[in-house]
C-alpha cells in the first residue's frame, strides 16, 4: 500500500512551508493555509521510519467532520477539504499553549500520578484514584508549544504571569475548551466511546479567536469504549482504547521512549498494517459510516490536481 512519508508541493501563491511531525503545512498568500496530513506517525516525540497508509486520510477526514460539528461552538480555521489528505484555511497566528483537558486520569496524567505527584499543572488530582478512572470533573491541564523537543507542562498561572496569552483571552479558551470538550464527549457518547483525553489549539486572526488544528482524531484524543468500562475497571484490567497509546506501548515494549541513547526501532509490516487498521476502526466506530480508502496510485499527483483545481476558487 502507498503511503505519503513528505511531500515538496509548490503552489500558486506559495511563500513558505513548515514540515510539522504529521503535517505538511504551506503558507500561501491571502492568509491562506494549505495542509497535507501525511501519512507519518510519530510517538514520544520521534518520527517514526515506517509511514501508515491512509492514516492522513483518516486524520484530515475526522478532523474536518468534528470542525464542522463544533463550528456552532467556536469559529474554526478551516474553509475546505479539496483532496482526502487536504485541508485549506484561514492562517492564524498560534497561541504558543495547547489546551489539554482530560476528564479521566489516564496517559501522562496517570504516570505524574504513579509517580506520587498529586499536582498537574498547578491543578490538583484527587487522592484515592487509580489509572483511568473518571474525575470528578475534567480538568484542563495546558502545555506549551516546543518549536523542537517536548511540550512542557504549565499552569494557568504561569501562563498569565509569563504573559504568555493575557488573562481575559486566556479565560476565553477555557471556555471554548470546556464546551468542546463537552460536545466531542456528547458526540463520543452517542457511538459507544468514551472521550478520556484530548487538545485543542488555539489561533488569531483579526483580533477574532479561531479553533485551528485537528480535533478529536487518535492523534489528538484518546477514547475508551463505553460498553464493559466500568467491569475493567473494577477488575483493574486495562481499558480498550481506540487511541495511539499502542504504538507507543509497542514502541516502550521495543526499549523506546524516546531517552538519550534509545535507538527507535522498525515497525514490522504486519504491525503496520494493523496501525491502519485502528485508524479506520476509530474513525468508522466515531464518525459511524464506512471508510472509504482513496485511490492511492498516484496520491502526490492526485493531491497537487486537486489542490490546484480548488485555489482557483477559494480565497
Not at 120 to 126: F, H, K, R, S
Not at 150 to 165: F, M, P, T
Not at 232 to 245: D, H, I, P
Amino acid at each position: 500500500m502507498n503511503a505519503v512519508k513528505s511531500t515538496t508541493f509548490n503552489f500558486p501563491g506559495q511563500k513558505s512551508v513548515y514540515n510539522g511531525k504529521v503535517r505538511d503545512v504551506y503558507f500561501l498568500e491571502n492568509d491562506l493555509l494549505v495542509i497535507v496530513a501525511s501519512d507519518r506517525i510519530s510517538a514520544f516525540d520521534h518520527i517514526l521510519h515506517e509511514a501508515i497508509p491512509y492514516k492522513g486520510q483518516v486524520l484530515n477526514q475526522l478532523a474536518a467532520k468534528m470542525l464542522k460539528a463544533t463550528a456552532d461552538i467556536v469559529p474554526n480555521w478551516l474553509l475546505d477539504t479539496p483532496d482526502p489528505m487536504v485541508a485549506v484555511g484561514h492562517h492564524c497566528e498560534p497561541y504558543k499553549i495547547e489546551m489539554v483537558i482530560r476528564g479521566y486520569m489516564s496517559g501522562h496524567a496517570a504516570r505524574e500520578y504513579k509517580a506520587g505527584r498529586r499536582l498537574l499543572c498547578g491543578v490538583e488530582m484527587p487522592e484515592g484514584m487509580k489509572e483511568n478512572d473518571k474525575f470528578p470533573s475534567p480538568i484542563i491541564t495546558p502545555a506549551t508549544k516546543a518549536e523542537e523537543g517536548h511540550d512542557e507542562d504549565i499552569s494557568r498561572e504561569e501562563i498569565i504571569a509569563q504573559n504568555i496569552v493575557s488573562k481575559e483571552e486566556y479565560e476565553q479558551l477555557e471556555k471554548y475548551t470546556y464546551a468542546l470538550f463537552e460536545r466531542g464527549t456528547q458526540l463520543a457518547a452517542e457511538k459507544g466511546l468514551i472521550l478520556v483525553d484530548t487538545k485543542y489549539e488555539f489561533g488569531k486572526k483579526d483580533g477574532k479567536i479561531y479553533l485551528i488544528d485537528e480535533i478529536h482524531t487518535p492523534d489528538s484524543s484518546r477514547y475508551f469504549y463505553a460498553d464493559g468500562y466500568e467491569e475493567r475497571q473494577a477488575k483493574g484490567e486495562k481499558q480498550k482504547q481506540l487511541s495511539k497509546e499502542f504504538v507507543r506501548e509497542w514502541l516502550i515494549a521495543h526499549d523506546f521512549q524516546g531517552l538519550d541513547g534509545q535507538t527507535l526501532p522498525h515497525m514490522p509490516e504486519d504491525f503496520v498494517n494493523s496501525v491502519t487498521e485502528r485508524y479506520i476502526e476509530l474513525y468508522e466506530k466515531i464518525i459511524g459510516e464506512k471508510f472509504v480508502k482513496a485511490d492511492n496510485s498516484d496520491i502526490e499527483n492526485r493531491i497537487e490536481k486537486n489542490v490546484l483545481n480548488n485555489l482557483q476558487h477559494v480565497g
